[in-house]
């Protein structure tokens, strides 16, 4: 089992800037793919962001990339999402998840991922 918390949402205004945090607990040798999805209000969720806590070279969706930075701290199981310049389409529920294959190209579809945060609300005001 793996615990999933994320933290750091709220309300900006356009342009401004985010981190979230997402501290795991639990089982946190059993993934091996971390990933950033958000959900806005009635769409479906999009994967933003994929690390492997191993390290390498982060996944990034284009609607973010060179936008968001995707990190983590291994020593204290957290992983990051850093975001700048937000505009008001990025309001959503801000969601971590792990999945325990590497990440590949499926990481992005929400379906491969075992284990999920409750959420963070950012909300990006114009």
């Known amino acids: 089992q793996v615990q999933l918390a994320e933290s750091g949402g709220g309300s900006v205004q356009a342009g401004g800037s985010l981190r979230l945090s997402c501290a795991a607990s639990g089982d946190t040798d059993s993934y091996f793919c971390m990933a950033w999805y958000r959900q806005p209000p009635g769409k479906e969720r999009e994967g933003l962001a994929a690390?492997?806590?191993?390290?390498?070279?982060?996944y990034y969706a284009d609607s973010v990339k060179g936008r968001f930075t995707i990190s983590q701290d291994n020593a204290k199981n957290t992983l990051y999402l850093q975001m700048h310049s937000l505009q008001p389409e990025d309001t959503a529920m801000y969601y971590c998840a792990v999945k325990p294959t590497l990440c590949g190209s499926i990481w992005t579809r929400f379906s491969a991922f075992n284990y999920w945060g409750q959420g963070t609300q950012v909300t990006v005001s114009s």
């Open positions: 690390i492997h806590p191993a390290g390498g070279t982060p």
